[in-house]
C-alpha cells in the first residue's frame, strides 16, 4: 500500500501557526483523498481535514474551520495542513491518511503516517 511521510510538527505558543506536510512516497497511489486527523491524549481519534484529490474540494472540521487550511501540490501526492491561531485544545498527534471515496461515501482511511507531534502552550 501506499506509503505516507509526514514532517512539520513541533511545539508553538498559542496564537501561532504550523505547517504539516504528507508526502505519499510509494505506490501503488490508488487513493483519491488524503486527510489529516489528529488524537489527543484520552480522546478519540477525529478528522481534523481532508482533501478530494481529483477536484481539491476540501471539508473541514468545525473545530478548525478558518483557521486551517489543506492543500495538495499538482502531482497530487503531497499535501499541507498549514494551521493558523493555534490553541492549546489543538495539541494532539497529527496523522496524514489516504483512502477512497467511492460515490458518495467517504471510505476509511486504508494507509496512515506514522504521525507528528503538534503542542501548542497556553
Known amino acids: 500500500q501506499v506509503q505516507l511521510v509526514e514532517s512539520g510538527g513541533g511545539s508553538v505558543q498559542a496564537g501561532g501557526s504550523l505547517s504539516l506536510s504528507c508526502a505519499a512516497s510509494?505506490?501503488?497511489?490508488?487513493?483519491?483523498?488524503m486527510a489529516w486527523f489528529r488524537q489527543a491524549p484520552g480522546k478519540e481519534r477525529e478528522m481534523v481535514a481532508r482533501?478530494?484529490?481529483?477536484?481539491?474540494?476540501?471539508y473541514y472540521d468545525d473545530s478548525v474551520k478558518g483557521r486551517c487550511t489543506i492543500s495538495q501540490d499538482n502531482a497530487k501526492r503531497t499535501v499541507w495542513l498549514r494551521m493558523n491561531a493555534l490553541k492549546p485544545e489543538d495539541t494532539a498527534m497529527y496523522y496524514c491518511?489516504?483512502?477512497?471515496?467511492?460515490?458518495?461515501?467517504?471510505?476509511?482511511?486504508?494507509?496512515w503516517g506514522q504521525g507528528t507531534q503538534v503542542t501548542v502552550s497556553s
Open positions: 491518511a489516504a483512502g477512497i471515496v467511492s460515490g458518495s461515501d467517504w471510505l476509511e482511511p486504508f494507509s
Open positions: 482533501i478530494y484529490t481529483p477536484d481539491s474540494t476540501t
Open positions: 510509494r505506490p501503488p497511489y490508488n487513493f483519491n483523498y
